[in-house]
C-alpha cells in the first residue's frame, strides 16, 4: 500500500519560506496526482495546492496563490511544496496525499474525497 511521508516542517518567522517534501517508499509518486492539505488547530483539514501526474497541471487555493509553488521530481519520487512569505495564519499540520481516481495525467482535482492516501502530516509553526 503507498504510505506517503511529509518533512520540511518547523518553526519559521512571519515572512520566512519553508519548503514542505512528500515522498512515498517503493511507490512511483509520479503515478499519482499529489495534493497538499492543511489542518489548524481547531479547524477542519482545508485544501493547498496540487499537482497532476506529469507536473503540467497545478492548483492553488486563494490562500496559496502568489505564496507557494508546488513542485515534483520523478528522478527523486518527491514532490514539494514551496512556501514563501508565511504569515502565522499558515500554522497548520500540512498533509500530502495522493489522489488514486484521476486519470488524466495534466490534471489535478483538489477535492478532499478524491484523495485516497495520506501522510501523517508535517507542523508548520509560523511566529515571532
Known amino acids: 500500500q503507498l504510505q506517503l511521508v511529509e518533512s520540511g516542517g518547523g518553526l519559521v518567522r512571519p515572512g520566512g519560506s519553508l519548503t514542505l517534501s512528500c515522498t512515498a517508499s517503493?511507490?512511483?509518486?509520479?503515478?499519482?496526482?499529489i495534493g497538499w492539505f492543511r489542518q489548524a488547530p481547531g479547524k477542519e483539514r482545508e485544501r493547498v495546492s496540487c499537482?497532476?501526474?506529469?507536473?503540467?497541471?497545478?492548483f492553488y487555493a486563494d490562500s496559496a496563490k502568489g505564496r507557494f509553488t508546488v513542485s515534483r521530481d520523478s528522478a527523486a519520487n518527491m514532490v514539494y511544496l514551496q512556501m514563501d512569505d508565511l504569515e502565522p495564519e499558515d500554522t497548520a499540520v500540512y498533509f500530502c496525499a495522493a489522489d488514486s481516481i484521476t486519470e488524466t495525467k495534466a490534471l489535478c482535482v483538489l477535492a478532499q474525497t478524491w484523495y485516497d492516501y495520506w501522510g501523517q502530516g508535517t507542523q508548520v509553526t509560523v511566529s515571532s
Open positions: 499537482i497532476s501526474k506529469n507536473g503540467a497541471g497545478t
Open positions: 517503493g511507490f512511483p509518486l509520479d503515478a499519482y496526482p
